[in-house]
């Protein structure tokens, strides 16, 4: 199917799957243009062995993405020219990879559609991916707004099996391209960790971290994942949390996992449609274990 006729697929749950080498590459971007990134990479399907055009709707970025639509297409395309120049740094054994990330984008006026071109290089980086890779559910990272979060949030995304990882401070800097930016640890901690702490904790990747020295100097930082359990939810999280044990009976953890996993506008959307199976008499079992059922395929939760 050509790039210039192909549809643009229905983009209900989007996950972006990607090389854990892109996580810890080096790269400068914006907010904006990160979260165009991940919109496009969770385009690619599976059993993709080649890149394609891939298009985006404006609108669809739009809604995802939590964005006014105050001068949107045009922040939209000064976003992708940026792309066109923005690099990834990926560190191998034989030294350091430097890859363009887009070859290509063209955009649709009247449409409200762009058209993106990944460089061909990078297909072993996001292409029918076996091993040593992660996948970052948008909907948990599109609402946050700093780039740094959303990248700290990647790398605890790739450690949450053993719901830690451990970074020297300058090899963070260096993969946030802020070596030359933060001389000041404390700024550094202000302005990139503790903003990502608190961005983080409406998502399933909240955490704490542990300062670790050389001597007098901060030389590493060890990020926790806070485990469900321990988990403070909001005063919005706790009131969807009561709604999904009394009018489902989920049982409290069920209940906060989901509210933690997933935005309120998700969740009450989910709850309409299990009140209507439950109204058209569609409910074979329990009505519990059928909204558990129909979270758990829509959002993997």
């Known amino acids: 199917m050509s790039a210039t006729n192909h549809e643009i697929e229905k983009w209900d749950n989007p996950i972006a799957v990607q090389s854990n080498a892109l996580i810890h590459a ?3 971007m914006t907010a904006l243009q990160k979260k165009m990134l991940l919109m496009l990479i969770s385009k690619i399907h599976r059993d993709d062995d080649d890149f394609k055009a891939y298009r985006i709707r404006a609108r669809d970025f739009l809604e ?5 639509s105050t001068q949107i297409y045009s922040k ?9 120049s923005r690099v990834f740094h990926i560190k191998k054994e034989t030294g350091v990879l430097q890859i363009t990330i887009l070859s290509s984008a063209e955009y649709f006026e009247g449409r409200g559609i762009m058209e993106l071109c990944f460089d061909p290089k990078l297909k ?5 991916l076996q091993q040593q890779f992660t996948k970052i559910p948008l909907k948990q990272v599109m609402g946050l707004r700093s780039v740094y979060s959303i990248r700290i949030y990647e790398m605890l995304q ?3 099996s053993t719901a830690f990882f451990i970074s020297k401070v300058d090899d963070l800097k260096y993969k946030l391209g802020l070596e030359n930016k933060y001389k000041s640890y404390n700024l550094f901690k202000k302005n990139v960790i503790l903003q990502a702490q608190k961005e983080l904790a409406s998502t399933d990747m909240a955490f704490t971290f542990e300062e670790i020295k050389k001597g007098r100097k901060i030389d590493r930082i060890k990020f926790r994942l806070i485990p469900l359990n321990e988990l403070v939810l909001t005063d919005d999280q706790e009131q969807m ?7 489902f009976a989920l049982t409290p953890r069920q209940a906060k996992k989901i509210v933690v996993k997933l935005p309120a ?4 959307k989910t ?3 299990v009140k209507a199976a439950e109204r058209e008499n569609r409910i074979k079992t329990n009505v519990s274990a059928y909204a558990v059922g129909v979270f758990s395929a829509k959002y993997n939760v």
């Open 241 to 247: 949390h009561t709604k999904l044990v009394n009018d």
């Open 26 to 28: 080096r790269y400068e």
């Open 265 to 268: 506008s998700e969740i009450n």
């Open 76 to 84: 939209l395309r000064k976003a992708t020219e940026g792309l066109l």
């Open 64 to 68: 995802t993405a939590e964005l006014k």
């Open 124 to 128: 072993p980086y996001l292409l029918q």
């Open 271 to 273: 709850i309409f449609e």
């Open 158 to 160: 790739q450690y949450k």
